[in-house]
Nanobody, 120 residues
Framework: VQLQASGGGLVQPGGSLRLSCAAF????????MNWYRQAPGKQRELVAS???????YYLDSVEGRFTISRDNAKNTVYLQMNSLKFEDTAVYYC???????????????WGQGTQVTVSS
């Protein structure tokens, strides 16, 4: 199973970006899908999470500015980031719990990071 992320870039404060992450490979289903971020010198933190049924969680500092969504048919999670701030600059990683195998075991996977830079 591979998670392929895209959509990072350079944006001015107040701007928007949309990240995408798709799961590829042989698996039964994708359960919870998450976006983490890690800024230089800081620990990786959970930014947003979405369950298979659509239940969401947001880090307090992004609540109201970021929206996580998913397309279960495409095994893809999105992160719409609006009103971006300097402090949102980080490498963003997608992460997912995936059911695989005949025994429906649950495995956790990470995608490659995508850089988001907010700068004027």
């Amino acid at each position: 199973v591979q998670l392929q992320a895209s959509g990072g870039g350079l944006v001015q404060p107040g701007g928007s970006l949309r990240l995408s992450c798709a799961a590829f490979g042989s698996f039964v289903a994708v359960n919870t899908m998450n976006w983490y971020r890690q800024a230089p010198g800081k620990q990786r933190e959970l930014v947003a999470s979405i369950g298979f049924g659509g239940h969401t969680y947001y880090l307090d500092s992004v609540e109201g500015r970021f929206t996580i969504s998913r397309d279960n048919a495409k095994n893809t999670v999105y992160l719409q980031m609006n009103s971006l701030k300097f402090e949102d600059t980080a490498v963003y990683y997608c992460n997912a719990d995936v059911y695989s195998g005949s025994d429906y075991s649950l495995y956790n996977y990470w995608g490659q990071g995508t850089q988001v830079t907010v700068s004027s």
